[in-house]
């Protein structure tokens, strides 16, 4: 009997290679709280991403939640965003007491479409959160533009972005701020985890605020914060993980090119092309089935038959959730196309240890759907 694949498998370093990096946190007894292992993984972030500031976060929602509050717009203020997204994205624009307006998709690469942003913009919109899916880069310089010309913040949802590179230079260096998600399911993952990377000095000590409790000293608590640090285990992980990421890239490159080989230009399929001046890693494997012989949900169920678990990533859209059935902004008329891809999109497994041969036979059961 085949194994059970899903949709990803965390990446994880050799067990004798993680005992070793936590073997000193038996030593000092010290777990969380911006220990040794958490400073190490901040500094060496800094250094892959050759980005000025990198504030570690227990999860990636947190990290973003807490940027949006840093950067303290009024409640009541317009962000423009897309619901072609996981729920956090839009989640913690809300749960700041700001209003999402949902912006469209781009056909192309799933990221927001740069040409309809301007029209959304009112005297109400106070930043632009635009989200990298699946590790695709939005048109970072079309937007910070955009951004400069009205004074609004861009804050990226980088999510799926880790170690992706436009022009050469890494996605944590575009806009005000760039939030990163290093859960197990990532290509860069912590366990659990997020960071927030961004140029502004001011930004270290205030988003530092937000993640404990606004405290700064043994006798001294200067802001109303929360607690969303990275304990040790999380930041060891991360510092092993690093070691091993790029060749793992490499290997999910392997991924995508069997994929390509076996599934591009097959009537009715749409696969995600290589963007043009974008390094990418390789994050999630999209195909969208449009006039295929079967839909996107028989393919899924056929392929749950053969124990595969692909996923909807992202179905329904954030803007049709239930909680936000009282959202003036909720409903996908206004975004035709991320509803069209929300209807088609089936993301197919994707990880740095997948075989080529099991690639072979979720192509072969994907393309035997279509023949039916
Ligand atoms: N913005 C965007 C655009 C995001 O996609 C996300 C997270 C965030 C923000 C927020 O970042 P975090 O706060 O999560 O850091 C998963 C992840 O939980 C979530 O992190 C991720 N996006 C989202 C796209 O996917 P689920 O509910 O689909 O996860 P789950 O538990 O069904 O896992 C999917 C597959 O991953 C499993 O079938 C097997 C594999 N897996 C899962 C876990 C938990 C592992 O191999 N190891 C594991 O430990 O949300």
């Not at 067990?15 to 993984?41: A, P, Q």
């Not at 696969?271 to 890693?281: A, F, T």
């Given at each position: 009997?085949?194994?059970?694949?899903?949709?990803?498998?965390?990446?994880?370093p050799?067990?004798?290679?993680?005992?070793?990096?936590?073997?000193?946190?038996?030593?000092?007894?010290?777990?969380?709280n911006?220990?040794?292992e958490?400073e190490t993984?901040?500094?060496?972030?800094?250094?892959?991403l050759g980005?000025?500031?990198?504030?570690?976060?227990?999860?990636g929602?947190?990290a973003?939640?807490?940027?949006?509050?840093?950067?303290?717009?009024?409640?009541?203020?317009?962000?423009?965003?897309?619901?072609?997204?996981?729920?956090?994205?839009?989640?913690?624009?809300?749960?700041?007491?700001?209003?999402?307006?949902?912006?469209?998709?781009?056909?192309?690469?799933?990221?927001?479409?740069?040409?309809?942003i301007?029209?959304?913009?009112?005297?109400?919109?106070?930043?632009?959160?635009?989200?990298?899916?699946?590790?695709?880069m939005c048109?970072v310089?079309?937007?910070?533009?955009?951004?400069?010309?009205?004074?609004?913040?861009?804050?990226?949802?980088?999510?799926h972005a880790?170690a992706?590179?436009?022009?050469?230079?890494?996605?944590?260096?575009?806009?005000?701020?760039s939030?990163?998600?290093?859960?197990?399911?990532?290509?860069?993952?912590?366990?659990?985890g997020?960071?927030?990377?961004?140029?502004?000095?001011?930004?270290?000590?205030?988003?530092?605020?937000?993640?404990?409790?606004?405290i700064r000293?043994?006798?001294?608590?200067?802001?109303?914060?929360?607690?969303?640090?990275?304990?040790?285990f999380?930041?060891?992980m991360?510092?092993?993980?690093?070691?091993?990421?790029?060749?793992?890239?490499?290997?999910?490159?392997?991924?995508?090119?069997?994929?390509?080989?076996?599934?591009d230009?097959?009537?009715g399929?749409?696969?995600?092309?290589?963007?043009?001046?974008?390094?990418s890693?390789?994050?999630?494997?999209?195909?969208?089935?449009?006039?295929?012989?079967?839909?996107?949900?028989?393919?899924?169920?056929a392929?749950?038959?053969?124990?595969i678990?692909?996923?909807?990533?992202?179905?329904?859209?954030?803007?049709?959730?239930?909680?936000?059935?009282d959202?003036?902004?909720?409903g996908?008329?206004?975004?035709?196309?991320?509803?069209?891809?929300?209807?088609?999109?089936?993301t197919?497994?994707?990880?740095?240890?997948?075989?080529?041969?099991?690639?072979?036979?979720?192509?072969?059961i994907?393309?035997?759907?279509g023949?039916?």
């Amino acid at each position: 009997m085949s194994e059970h694949i899903l949709v990803t498998r965390s990446s994880m370093p050799d067990f004798e290679e993680y005992c070793e990096e936590i073997r000193k946190l038996w030593d000092s007894h010290w777990l969380t709280n911006m220990g040794v292992e958490h400073e190490t993984l901040q500094k060496l972030l800094e250094d892959y991403l050759g980005c000025s500031h990198v504030v570690l976060y227990t999860n990636g929602h947190l990290a973003l939640e807490n940027v949006i509050a840093a950067m303290r717009f009024p409640k009541g203020g317009e962000v423009i965003t897309t619901p072609f997204t996981f729920a956090s994205t839009t989640h913690a624009i809300v749960r700041n007491g700001l209003t999402p307006i949902f912006c469209d998709v781009n056909p192309e690469d799933y990221t927001i479409d740069a040409d309809k942003i301007e029209s959304l913009i009112t005297d109400k919109t106070v930043a632009i959160v635009p989200v990298h899916v699946y590790g695709s880069m939005c048109d970072v310089e079309r937007i910070g533009e955009i951004g400069k010309k009205y004074g609004l913040k861009v804050i990226y949802d980088a999510a799926h972005a880790f170690a992706v590179k436009y022009k050469g230079v890494s996605s944590a260096n575009f806009g005000d701020a760039s939030m990163f998600s290093f859960h197990a399911t990532k290509v860069f993952n912590t366990i659990e985890g997020g960071a927030v990377c961004f140029p502004n000095d001011a930004l270290v000590e205030t988003l530092n605020d937000m993640k404990n409790f606004g405290i700064r000293g043994p006798e001294s608590c200067v802001f109303v914060g929360g607690n969303a640090k990275m304990n040790e285990f999380q930041a060891a992980m991360g510092i092993c993980n690093l070691r091993h990421l790029d060749r793992e890239i490499k290997k999910r490159a392997a991924v995508t090119e069997r994929y390509f080989a076996r599934l591009d230009g097959v009537p009715g399929l749409r696969l995600r092309k290589p963007q043009k001046d974008v390094e990418s890693n390789h994050a999630y494997f999209p195909v969208v089935f449009d006039g295929f012989g079967a839909t996107r949900n028989e393919v899924f169920d056929a392929l749950e038959e053969h124990g595969i678990t692909a996923r909807k990533y992202f179905y329904p859209l954030t803007s049709s959730f239930e909680c936000y059935a009282d959202l003036p902004t909720a409903g996908t008329e206004k975004t035709p196309v991320a509803a069209f891809l929300a209807d088609r999109v089936l993301t197919l497994p994707m990880y740095a240890d997948l075989s080529l041969e099991n690639v072979d036979r979720i192509c072969d059961i994907v393309l035997a759907c279509g023949r039916r």
